[in-house]
């Protein structure tokens, strides 16, 4: 079973350009997340998405950040304009969200992150 | 705000020995919780994850949940030099959303 896909996997930019992430869930799960991971962090939950509704983007500095996930499979984050505070990595994961788990989550699975660089 | 709090360390134990790190949870109404380990530049992987009071084995790992204290625990027996990691606690939110502790580096030493 192919795992969660990101990319690009590095990404160096000035601050004030915009930058796109890509992410593709494992095929079949129907919750994708985006975290953000700085340097010596536990990762931030930014947006969830269920299918194409998204369920949680409470954390989501919306001034700046915005993500979307057309035809609920896989998904973009995009930053603009990027600040210095915006370096760290940020990580896909999805999840399959069966039904009748009576609200016991499944296990997330994270792709490999793409490590944002802002100069 | 909800928070998941883990000692930082780093912890050391020497190879063979049991490695104990432990989390506590600020949301009482969490459900589901789970321990991912981090190698340096690589993403999180699961580990285990408890739903239940009381411990969980899986090999030579055992998770340990404690719902009215709010306390969640992971032991590694027989640690080995591959279990050098940063491993992260994760509780879950009322989204089944994951709120992550800053993680603990176990470093094995040969």
């Known amino acids: 079973e192919a795992g969660v896909a990101q990319s690009p996997r590095y990404k160096i930019i000035e601050k004030r350009q915009s930058v796109a992430f890509w992410c593709n869930p494992i095929s079949g799960h129907a919750t994708l997340y985006w975290y953000q991971q700085i340097l010596g962090q536990g990762p931030k939950l930014l947006i969830q998405f269920q299918n194409n509704g998204v369920v949680d983007d409470s954390q989501l500095p919306k001034d700046r950040f915005s993500a979307e996930r057309l035809k609920g499979v896989d998904s973009t984050l995009k930053i603009q304009p990027a600040k210095l505070e915006d370096s760290a990595v940020y990580l896909c994961a999805s999840s399959l969200d069966r039904v009748g788990t009576g609200g016991l989550a499944d296990t997330q699975y994270f792709g490999p992150g793409t490590r944002l660089t802002v100069l | 705000q909800k928070e998941v709090e883990q000692n930082s360390g780093p912890l050391s134990v020497p190879e063979g020995a049991i490695a104990s790190l432990n989390c506590t949870y600020s949301?009482?109404?969490?459900?589901?919780f789970f321990w991912y380990r981090q190698y340096s530049g690589k993403s999180p992987e699961l580990i285990m994850f408890i739903y239940s009071n009381g411990d969980k084995e899986d090999g030579r790992f055992t998770a340990q949940l404690n719902k009215a204290s709010q306390y969640v625990s992971l032991l590694i027996r027989d640690s080995q030099p591959s279990d050098s990691a940063t491993y992260l606690c994760a509780a879950t939110g009322s989204a089944n959303n994951l709120f992550f502790g800053t993680g603990t580096r176990l470093t094995v030493i040969p």
């Open positions: 949301d009482r109404g969490s459900q589901s």
